[in-house]
Nanobody, 115 residues
Framework: QVQLAESGGGLVQAGGSLRLSCAASGSSFRINHIGWFRQAPGKQRELVASINSGGRTNYVDSVKGRFTISRDNAKNTLYLQMNSLKPEDTGVYYC?????????WGRGTLVIVSP
């Protein structure tokens, strides 16, 4: 079993920045994909950014140029640097890990961007 714990969410004004972290613990694992999803109020969960085993990154169009996903393999930690935040970035951000065999989710961290 793998546990994912997100942190770094909070309330920020539009134009501000936040950095989310996702710490993975538990059994050893191989990464197929690891990434961030978000769910805004009344909307479906959507992929925000991901990184695969080869380090290739993928972003939803709405965050390109503003968000950066990265990982520290030594610390088993995934990051999401979010700059130039907009009110439409508000939502619960979830860490997601695909290990080829299983898919794991964190409990989420809330990001609120005020106008």
């Amino acid at each position: 079993q793998v546990q994912l714990a997100e942190s770094g969410g909070g309330l920020v004004q539009a134009g501000g920045s936040l950095r989310l972290s996702c710490a993975a613990s538990g059994s050893s694992f191989r990464i197929n994909h690891i990434g961030w999803f978000r769910q805004a109020p009344g909307k479906q969960r959507e992929l925000v950014a991901s990184i695969n085993s080869g380090g290739r990154t993928n972003y939803v169009d709405s965050v390109k140029g503003r968000f950066t996903i990265s990982r520290d393999n030594a610390k088993n930690t995934l990051y999401l640097q979010m700059n130039s935040l907009k009110p439409e970035d508000t939502g619960v951000y979830y860490c997601n890990l695909d290990t080829f065999e299983y898919e794991y989710w964190g409990r989420g961290t809330l990001v609120i961007v005020s106008p």
